[in-house]
C-alpha cells in the first residue's frame, strides 16, 4: 500500500525507544561566521548500546508491570465511568430527560467532541507545568465531581424534568428540561471532559515511562504495551456494559451513577498507593512552544535560499547534540516541506558565545523542525480517521434508538439493556486482538518480514473497510426492522424481531476498531518523537472528537433537509416513520470516498526515519 523505510527494523527501535546522535559542530552561513558550539563532553555507561546518564537517573528501578496495576487501574475505571454512562446516555436523555431523538444525539456528539479534544489541552499541562503523574492526580477528583453531579441530577427530583405518563408519552407532550437543569447535566459532562483531558493523554505514556528501556525485559514490556494496554480495559468494559447498564436500566440510574462514583473514587486510592513505585519524569516544556518557533522563524527566514540538491549542508544547518537529561529520537534534515528548513539556517549572530541560541523565534534547531514535519505528515492520515471514526459514533446514538424497537427478551423475563449491545464489539475486539498479536502477527512477519505483520497504514485500511461494511449491513438490518415493525409492530411499535439482528453490524464495528484504533494509536506513537508522546496520544482523541463533531453535523443537516410535504425527516422521533437506514448508506457513502482518499495518503506517506549511529544513547530525565 505505502513504501516503508526499510521492512526489517532495528530490534529496539520503537516509539519509545530514544536513539540519540551526536552532532557535528556547525558554522554560519553567512559571511562572519559565529563562534563554534563547544562539544559536549558528558560521559555516561553504556549498555546494550544505551548510553544512560548517571547524573540524571533515580536511585528507583523502574517497576515495569508492577506499576501496572496501579496505573492501568486508574485508566480502567475512568473509562468505565466515561463509558459505562455514555453507553447508555443516550436512553438516558430520552427517557429522563424527554429530549427527542436528534436533540439527544447532538447532544452526546457535541459533549464527545469536546471530551476528545480536551486531551490536547492535559497534554499542553501535563508536558508544559505539572508532568503526568499530578495531571492525571488532579483529573481523577474532576471525574469523581462529575460523576456525583450526575448521580445527584438522578437522585433529586428538582435536578431532572417530572416523569412522563403513558399517555404523554404515547402523545409526544413530555415536558422536557429547565434552563437550570441543563445548566446542571452541562457542568457534570464538562467536569467528565476535564477529567478525560488530563487522564488519556497522560495514562499510557506514564505507564512507559514505568520500563527500562535499557534492558531486553523492558523493551519487550513496552512492544506488548500497546495490544494488551487496549485489551484489558476493553474486557473489563465489557463487564461495565452488561453490569452498569442493566442497573441502570432495570434498577435505577441512581444506582447506577453510583457505581461508576465509587470505582472512580477506589481508582484514586489505587493510584496514589502506587506513588511508592512509580519513576517521575520531570516536564520538559510543551512542544507547542518549540512547533509555534519552528512556523515563526521560517516564516521570518522565508526568503533565504535552501543549499542546492547534493551540496554539503553541514554547517549551514543549526543541528546541535540532544540535551542532556531528555529521551528524543534523533530526526535527519530531510527536503520534504523544505521550507521550513529556512528556520535552522544559521545567521550571524544567532548564536551566543556557548553555542546556545539567543532568540528561539529566529533560529531552530533540525530536530524542531522535523517534529513540526511528523505533525504535518500525520495530518492527512488524521483527517482519514475523523471520517472513518464517524460510523463508529452510531454505535452510541442511533443503534442504541433501534435496538428500543427490538424484541429485547432473552427468555420470558429477562430483557437486554439497550445500551448493552455495544458490549457485541467489545467481545469481537477483546477475542481477537490476542488472536492477531499471538498468532497471525508471527506467522504474518515470516511472509512480509515486517515486525507488525503488516504496516501501520495498512492495518488502518483494513479498518476503514470493515466501518463501511458495518455501515452497510446496518442499513440493511434496519430496513428489514422497520418494515416488520410497521407490519407487525402493534401498539408499541416494536418489531417482533430479536435485537441479535444487530449483532453482525457491531461485529464488524468491532474489526473495525481492532484494525483501525489500534493502529492509529501505534501509528501515531512510532511517527511522532518520544517528547511528542502525549501529543501522539491526544491527536488519537482528538480524531474520535472530529468524528463526533461531523457526526453531529451530519445529523443537523439530514434533520434540516429530508423530508418535507408531509413526510418526516429521516432521523424523525418516531424511528418507525424515519428512515435510519438511509443514513446508514450516506455514512456508508461516505466511508467509500474516504477509502480512496486513504489509500491515495497511505501511497504517498513516508515513515520517519532516525539518525543511524553507533553513538546512540537515550537520556532519562527522571525524579524520584
Known sequence: MEAEDGKKKHPISNSWLACFTKCLPISSSSSHPPSPLPSPENEFPEKDGLVLPTSKTTDRKPRGWKAM??????????????????????????????????????????????????????????????????????????????????????WIPQLHPPPCTPLQLQLHQCKGPTGPQLAILYLALGLLSIATGGIRPCSLPFGVDQFDATTDEGRRGINSFFNWYYTTFTLVLILALTVVVYVQDSVSWVLGFGMPTVFMLASIVLFFVGTRLYV???????????????????????????????????????????????????????????????????????????????????????????????????????ASGVVSFTATA??????????????????????IPSGSLVVISMITIGLWVPFYDRILVPRLRKITGLDG????????????????????????????????????????????????WLAPQLVLMGFAEAFNIIGQIEFYYKE???????????????????????????????????????????????????????????????????????????????????????????HFDVDA
Open 69 to 154: 496495576p496501579f496505573v492501568l487501574g486508574n485508566e480502567t475505571f475512568e473509562r468505565l465511568a466515561t463509558f459505562g454512562l455514555l453507553a447508555n446516555f443516550m436512553i438516558f436523555l430520552l427517557t429522563v430527560y424527554h429530549m427527542e431523538q436528534a436533540s439527544a444525539a447532538k447532544v452526546l456528539n457535541i459533549w464527545s467532541g469536546v471530551t476528545n479534544f480536551a486531551p490536547l489541552i492535559g497534554a499542553f499541562i501535563s508536558d508544559a507545568h505539572v508532568g503526568r503523574f499530578w495531571t492525571i492526580g488532579f483529573a481523577s477528583f474532576a471525574s469523581v465531581l462529575g460523576m456525583a453531579a450526575l448521580t445527584l441530577i438522578a
Open 453 to 500: 505483520g503488516i504496516t501501520l497504514l495498512q492495518r488502518i485500511g483494513i479498518g476503514i473497510v470493515f466501518s463501511v461494511a458495518s455501515m452497510v449491513v446496518a442499513g440493511v438490518v434496519e430496513k428489514k426492522r422497520r418494515e416488520s415493525a410497521v407490519l407487525h409492530g402493534g401498539d408499541n411499535d416494536v418489531a417482533p424481531l430479536s435485537v441479535l
Open 394 to 415: 452510531q454505535q452510541s446514538t442511533f443503534t442504541v434508538s433501534q435496538a428500543q424497537k427490538f424484541d429485547r427478551h432473552l427468555g420470558p423475563s429477562f430483557q
Open 528 to 618: 511522532f518523537p518520544e517528547n511528542m508522546s502525549t501529543v501522539a496520544n491526544a491527536l488519537f482523541f482528538c480524531t474520535i472528537a472530529g468524528a463526533s463533531y461531523l457526526s453531529s453535523i451530519v445529523v443537523t443537516v439530514v434533520h434540516g433537509v429530508t423530508g418535507g410535504n408531509g413526510r418526516p425527516d429521516w432521523l424523525t422521533n418516531d424511528i418507525n416513520a424515519g428512515r435510519v437506514d438511509y443514513f446508514y448508506y450516506l455514512i456508508a457513502g461516505m466511508g467509500v470516498l474516504n477509502l480512496i482518499y486513504f489509500l491515495n495518503v497511505a501511497r504517498r506517506y513516508n515513515y520517519k526515519r532516525s539518525v543511524p549511529n553507533k553513538e546512540e544513547k537515550i
Open 280 to 382: 517521575y519524569v520531570k516536564p520538559e516544556g510543551s512542544v507547542f512552544s518549540g512547533i509555534a518557533q519552528a512556523i515563526a522563524a521560517a516564516y521570518k527566514k522565508r526568503h533565504l535560499k535552501l543549499p542546492a540538491e547534493g551540496q554539503a549542508a553541514h554547517g549551514i544547518f543549526y543541528d546541535p547534540p540532544p540535551l542532556k537529561g531528555t529521551i528524543v529520537t534523533k530526526l535527519p534534515l530531510t527536503n520534504q516541506y523544505s521550507c521550513l528548513n529556512k528556520a535552522a539556517i544559521v545567521l550571524d549572530g544567532e548564536l551566543n558565545p556557548d553555542g546556545s541560541v539567543s532568540n528561539p523565534w529566529r533560529l531552530c534547531t533540525v530536530q524542531q523542525i522535523e517534529e513540526v514535519k511528523c505533525l504535518i505528515k500525520v495530518v492527512p492520515v488524521w
